[in-house]
């Protein structure tokens, strides 16, 4: 792994947004069941309308076309419908549009959700979840985490090996949950865990990926809140980890 600095080049192989679904609201049904699929309230559908309207701008119409990765659960389905709707509104190509299950929530099972709504937790769940003594059946931290190294790991391979096409390159609207943020949120910032501290809903992430040259790792440019940080990817390990300014290694 390489411990000091790189030299990049200016402009990014790939640029990938990750937005987090919009407002949602649940039925008792979902909560008894532990399906908690979601659906948008008329404020989310609205916050997901202003969010696209703010990427549409950063969007160069004539230069890329968007590939849309989704999380299965409707509330990020639906939110991915009102951004897809808002581009073709702006006339931005959406080359397509695919349903990414590593993209998904946290899978918390009966006994851990019954547990978060007794225990008045439930808006600070993430913070409660990496915490929490884990039932068998719920998903693990460490869990999504592999999720979210897949992901990325995709997304890199992407950055390496595809070439534009008709002189439009490929920009990615990833579509998830907060707890997709969280682990890359820590790795470049330092937080993400506690409440407030990760994306608010329909809030974005920006991620420029910068391929592999010359036998270094990849190196990922976020940009959340405008700050911005950077983490190195090896793609051997699917390890995101950060580089001191003494040029030590924070994994």
């Keep these: 792994m390489l411990q000091g600095e790189l030299i990049k080049p200016v402009q990014p192989d790939l640029i990938v947004d990750f937005v987090r679904h919009g407002e949602p609201e649940y039925t008792q049904q979902e909560i008894d069941d532990a399906s908690i699929e979601g659906h948008l309230t008329q404020e989310g559908r609205r916050q997901v309308h202003e969010t696209g309207l703010k990427l549409s701008e950063q969007i160069d119409k004539e230069k890329e076309c968007v590939v849309f990765w989704v999380s299965p659960k409707q509330r990020a389905q639906q939110t991915a419908a009102v951004l897809q709707k808002v581009f073709e509104q702006q006339q931005i190509p959406v080359e397509r549009f695919r349903t990414h299950h590593d993209l998904s929530d946290i899978r918390l099972g009966h006994e851990f959700i019954r547990k978060l709504y007794a225990e008045d937790a439930v808006d600070e769940l993430i913070e409660y979840w990496t915490k929490a003594d884990l039932p068998e059946d719920a998903e693990k931290p460490e869990e999504v985490k592999k999720r979210v190294e897949r992901v990325v790991t995709y997304l890199v391979r992407i950055a390496e090996k595809i070439r534009p096409q008709d002189n439009k390159k490929l920009r990615f609207i990833c579509v998830g949950h907060e707890e997709i ?17 990760g994306p608010e809903f329909a809030e974005v992430m920006e991620m420029k990926i910068f391929k592999s040259e010359l036998q270094n790792d990849a190196v990922l440019k976020l940009m959340f809140r405008g700050k911005e940080a950077e983490l190195r990817f090896n793609p051997q390990s699917r390890n995101f980890y950060k580089i001191q300014n003494s040029g030590e290694v924070n994994q």
């Design 181 to 197: 943020f969280r682990d890359l949120l820590e790795a470049g910032y330092g937080f993400g865990t506690k409440k407030h501290t």
